[in-house]
């Protein structure tokens, strides 16, 4: 069937982006002076040594002085193996520090994501079912603060407004606390509703102002004709067509504030995850570490976009998969 | 007829709140459908069929619609029914087929989920059996292999195709109104013709009353038992399709025969002038602005009271009142290659390629 076969091209597709991605990687990192190396020379020469002889044992160390083609492959090998190296600043192996890092993000993005999801296309399908009410506006107007307001200053502002003033809800961010404890709760309430607001805006203005088009359509007037409740009408007649433009925006947003803000709101709320990992690398200059969070956010927006695209064709009948 | 027809309306208004003012679209009709006859709504787009035809069950939204006056179907008055009610009559005994069977289709559901769907609200029964029952649907409304076809989407289908699927779903609850919108309108004149062939052959068999929608007065001759006039949210005229057709009586009917092909001196391009702005009717009678036979009278008051000319011919123009002499209005268009409303249909209809 067309469907099955676009899929599976479309994830070949996807790794070849990733592999693409990859080489770019390898290619930049090949041209560009090792900083080991000339730290190896300098330190020789200190000490009284041949830095010339010290550069190449450093070369030699590092596998530098193979062919480039062998290079290459080796790390492509390592790159699929998931031997990513030994992260200089926390003392661990990358990929490690990575899981470590993946572990804290997940425990919000997933409330995060889920939220967003479910909430955000039923607020707009609402909103359409009762346009220009005053809970249509009332969610218009908080889908355009949410769009409008900077994650990470909400976050501070919600941060001082809980945390310092009323004291409800812990400041620093502990790690001691169970995954599905009350506490966790607790702690993760506020970036997950800072990161709700700012992905629900779109998704809610998308689902309304698409579901407002298929309300009006003729065939709304023939499952009326036939019988059916509003609830159902809604529920499946608008809900459905609306999914099909919906898919795309919806992970179009959860992927840019992904990569964009949860960095920032992991600073904010002292959260130990990738976004704050990966700062603390491209402080330290750990360029092991770095390189291997750079994978996991591309990695990232490579499923996502793959996802996306499969969702609409999946959800959209009228595809024809010869013209894509 | 003595006993209680089908459906009986009467004195029905539809208005619509716009910002341009209230919109009266229908404005006290009257008309009725005899349980297996086919009524045709006649008049130009804008004349208010389609609002009267979705005010029967209530289809139009309101607010902004309005709607008043009595709607008498099976001894039961819809105008007092409750929504939950409706919605048991809807599709149940009242089916729709629209004009525009691309837009009136779901493009994300297979066509057998809309049938069933149909099936299944009013029905207590299982989702193979519903099936069942809409591949057997769509076999009797001449779709080839349906067993096939029952989990196609709607793009896959012609446009004619697509009418016989919403023809198949309004049958799916055996209704005993079928209110057909223009649903030939959007098709091919050969497909049209094949369409128009099943919907009469389907009103036999399911002994349905048939509420038929057109401005095609060439299709109104080859099904219509009875018509019924409008024009501007008024009714004309009514009357047996012999009467209309035989002795076409008002000037705006006589001006709609007249632009048929076949009849009287073609005049060019339909009737001149444009229906009047129903946020702000005019005096008197509607057709006044545009009829070549008014007088001082026809732009005063409201519309002439109708005239039955012959039982259950009726005419609201006023040159049929008394004190005024019909014959001012000359010799109705006379009737050429259209001997017998329905002996037509073998030729026109006859020998069509299939749709697809
Ligand atoms: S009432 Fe007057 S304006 Fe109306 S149709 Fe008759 S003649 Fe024409």
Redesign the interface.
């Known amino acids: 069937m067309g469907l099955a076969r676009y899929v599976v091209l479309r994830v070949v597709w996807a790794a070849v982006v990733s592999l693409v991605i990859v080489t770019a990687t390898f290619v930049l990192m090949a041209a560009a002076p090792n900083p080991a190396i000339q730290e190896a020379a300098t330190q020789a020469a200190l000490e009284g040594g041949d830095p010339q002889q010290a550069v190449e044992r450093e070369r030699e160390l590092r596998g530098l002085d193979e062919p480039l083609h062998v290079r290459y492959l080796d790390f492509l090998t390592s790159i699929y193996t998931l031997e990513w190296g030994w992260s200089d600043h926390r003392s661990q192996p990358v990929t490690e520090a990575l899981v470590e890092g993946l572990y804290y993000t997940a425990q919000y993005s997933i409330p995060w994501t889920v939220l967003t999801v479910l909430i955000g296309p039923l607020v707009g399908v609402y909103s359409a079912a009762n346009m220009y009410s005053w809970r249509d506006h009332a969610a218009t107007a908080f889908a355009f603060f949410g769009y409008a307001i900077p994650n990470f200053f909400f976050g501070i502002v919600l941060l001082l407004l809980f945390g310092v003033w009323l004291d409800w809800i812990p400041v620093v961010y502990r790690t001691d606390v169970a995954v599905f404890s009350l506490e966790n709760a607790r702690q993760l309430a506020l970036p997950v509703f800072v990161l709700v607001t700012g992905s629900i805006g779109a998704v809610m203005r998308v689902s309304r102002n698409e579901s407002a088009e298929f309300r009006d359509a003729t065939f709304m007037k023939t499952a009326k004709a036939k019988g059916v409740s509003p609830f159902r009408a809604y529920a499946y007649h608008v809900m459905r067509p609306t999914l099909v433009p919906l898919s795309t925006t919806l992970v179009s947003q959860l992927l840019a504030i992904f990569l964009g803000s949860s960095l920032l709101v992991e600073v904010v709320f002292g959260i130990p995850g990738l976004g704050r990992l990966t700062f603390e690398a491209l402080v330290a200059q750990d360029t092991n570490l770095v390189l291997g969070a750079t994978f996991v956010f591309t990695f990232v927006a490579v499923i996502g976009n793959l996802l996306e695209d499969i969702a609409f064709s999946v959800l959209d009948p009228r595809i024809s998969y010869d013209d894509r | 007829m003595t006993d209680e027809p089908l459906l009986r309306v009467e004195d029905l208004t539809t208005t619509f709140e716009t910002d341009a003012g209230r919109l009266v679209a229908v404005d006290g009709i009257d008309f009725s459908v005899e349980a297996g006859e086919t009524v045709c709504l006649v008049g130009e787009s804008g004349s208010g069929k389609t609002v009267a035809t979705?005010s029967i069950?209530r289809?139009i939204k309101e607010p902004p619609g309005h709607i008043e006056g009595t709607v008498r179907f099976e001894g039961r008055d819809l105008a007092d029914c409750a929504e939950p009610e409706l919605?048991?009559?809807?599709?149940?005994d009242v089916?729709?087929v629209?004009q525009?069977p691309q837009?009136?289709?779901?493009?994300?559901?297979t066509v057998g989920w809309q049938i069933a769907?149909?099936i299944r609200?009013?029905e207590d029964v299982g989702r193979s059996e519903a099936r069942a029952r809409a591949i057997e649907l769509l076999g009797r409304v001449g779709i080839a292999t349906p067993g096939a076809r029952i989990d196609d989407?709607p793009?896959q289908f012609s446009g004619g195709e697509k009418q016989r699927v919403?023809i198949a779903?309004a049958l799916s609850t055996n209704p005993d109104l079928l209110v057909a919108d223009e649903p030939t309108t959007a098709l091919d004149v050969t497909v049209q013709a094949q369409i128009l062939r099943l919907l009469d052959e389907l009103k036999t068999e399911y002994g349905m009353g048939v509420l038929f929608i057109t401005h095609d007065l060439g299709v109104v001759s080859e099904i219509a038992d009875r018509i019924v006039v409008l024009y501007a949210g008024k009714v004309m005229e009514r009357g047996s399709a012999a009467d209309v057709f035989e002795r076409p009586s008002h000037p705006y009917t006589r001006q709609l025969l007249g632009c048929l092909p076949g009849i009287g001196p073609p005049s060019a391009g339909g009737i001149p002038g444009t229906l009047p702005d129903p946020t702000d009717p005019p005096e008197g009678c509607r057709f006044a602005p545009r009829c070549e036979h008014a007088v001082e009278a026809c732009f005063e008051g409201g519309q002439p009271e109708a005239v039955e000319r012959s039982p259950g011919h009726r005419v609201s123009c006023i040159h049929y009142h008394d004190g005024y002499d019909e014959s001012v209005l000359g010799e109705p268009p006379t009737r050429l290659g259209l001997a017998d409303p329905k002996a037509e249909e073998d030729t026109r209809t006859g020998g069509d390629a299939d749709d697809g």
Do not use: K, Q, S, V
């Open positions: 979705e069950t289809l919605r048991e009559i809807r599709g149940a089916a729709h629209f525009n837009d009136a289709l779901n493009h994300c559901y769907e149909a609200i009013h989407y793009h919403m779903m």
